[in-house]
Nanobody, 123 residues
Framework: QVQVAESGGGLVQAGGSLRLSCQAS????????MGWYRQAPGKQRELVAQ???????NYADSVKGRFTISRDNARNTVYLQMNSLKPEDTAVYYC?????????????????WGQGTQVTVSS
């Protein structure tokens, strides 16, 4: 199977910056897309940003121009640089990886989630 682990959350004042990291590990054959989602208290989980294996990116309107997603394919790692943070960015941020892995000489699909990392932006 494939595991995903996030790091880099924390507490920051409004206007500040944070950088999140996420690494996938396991019997990975390929990773098609990696993305960041967030869930604030009482709200549904929403897509923040996503990047494909060919570096095509997609952002939520609320973070365009402030957040940048990037990816190191060799390390199976994705980053989220968050600038000009706002209190409404406060949430648990989850990393997701979608791709294929090897098991018993067979190629199978996976979609794996991390445990989440808390981002708190104070006003």
């Amino acid at each position: 199977q494939v595991q995903v682990a996030e790091s880099g959350g924390g507490l920051v004042q409004a206007g500040g910056s944070l950088r999140l990291s996420c690494q996938a590990s396991g019997s990975i054959f390929s990773i098609n897309a990696m993305g960041w989602y967030r869930q604030a208290p009482g709200k549904q989980r929403e897509l923040v940003a996503q990047i494909t294996d060919t570096k095509i990116t997609n952002y939520a309107d609320s973070v365009k121009g402030r957040f940048t997603i990037s990816r190191d394919n060799a390390r199976n790692t994705v980053y989220l640089q968050m600038n000009s943070l706002k209190p409404e960015d406060t949430a648990v941020y989850y990393c997701n990886a979608v791709g294929k892995y090897l098991r018993d000489s067979l190629i199978k699909s996976f979609s794996s989630w991390g445990q989440g990392t808390q981002v708190t932006v104070s006003s």
